[in-house]
């Protein structure tokens, strides 16, 4: 134990050079050390031990069998020391290491998954967990530490003072159905004519939900009663595919969907516009983000045109 910590890298490398070389003063030359204090180096290491390293022979040096063990050591050490320079480096960088983000829907696949995909062109090696979830849930998360931040709107039940709040933007609600369904292709439908269809929609409290039925209620209209609640994207689209079903969604998703995912479900062309409350970035103000998770933070904020962070102490509500 005295002589691991005695031992530096130095130390090590002078060993590896010396077998390597079979020379001290080459070995010295190396590492831009003199022969005398590589000499004394040696020396002392040797005392530590309580053997010989070397056999000394009038022109070369020859590892004994401690000596030979000593070196195949110090090569590991020294390459477990190479690669930590590397992982840290790297780290520092930004160009490796994990990152746990968590999103509302709309921003995951809009904002989100095009800004990881940005940052891992450039440094693959970066792993990122993303997690889709309702914003009480994210948050919670976020507060217990199993998110470098997230993508979502702030309950009132939590101070902004105790977050690193970043301005996004609101979503807009669009209608999605099938490609044969009444409606599609229609030009400026109405929440009337929606209302005659059954739909398949998150729960209540959900922001685009209150959204939507806000929108009815300034309407003087009801609010449709034939619905089914499954935050499942899955149950979604199942529902969709068998059925004269509708389907509020943001626009970003509604957009995968219909332009990529599924070429037979189609937007449905509404005679306004419904717009939700607006989700921000969100961080922990006590937590420090690796330089990964800051890039990827950076690779959102340039998708949305923010910079700096706002509200820091005000209320995000």
Known sequence: MDLARRLKPTHLRLIVGIVQHGK???????????????????????????AALFIRHPRWME?????????????????????????????NAGHSGSVRVGSVTGPGVGVLVPAIR????????????????PSTQLIRGLTEDHFDFVLARLPPEYDSGEFRVFPA????????VRGDHPLAGRRGVTLADLSGFEWVMQERGSPIRQAVEAEYLNSGLPVPRQITNSSSLLIMLALLARSDIVAPLSQEVAGVLTEGIHADLVTVDLDRDIVVEPYFIIADR??????AAERV??????????????MEGADAG
């Open 24 to 50: 001290l003063q080459l070995a010295a030359d190396e590492l831009a050390m003199s022969q005398p204090a590589a000499s004394r180096i040696l020396s002392e290491i040797e005392a530590q031990i309580g």
């Open 63 to 91: 590892p004994t069998a401690v000596g030979e063990a000593f070196a195949k050591r110090a090569r590991v050490i020294l390459n477990e020391l190479s690669s930590l320079e590397t992982e840290v480096q790297q780290l």
């Open 118 to 133: 940005a940052v891992k062109e450039s440094a693959p090696e970066i792993s990122v967990t993303v997690e889709i979830g």
């Open 169 to 176: 933007r609101t979503e807009t609600v669009s209608f999605i």
């Open 286 to 291: 006590a937590q420090r983000l690796s330089r």
């Open 297 to 310: 933070l950076e690779e959102v904020l340039m998708r949305l045109g923010r910079i700096r962070p706002v």
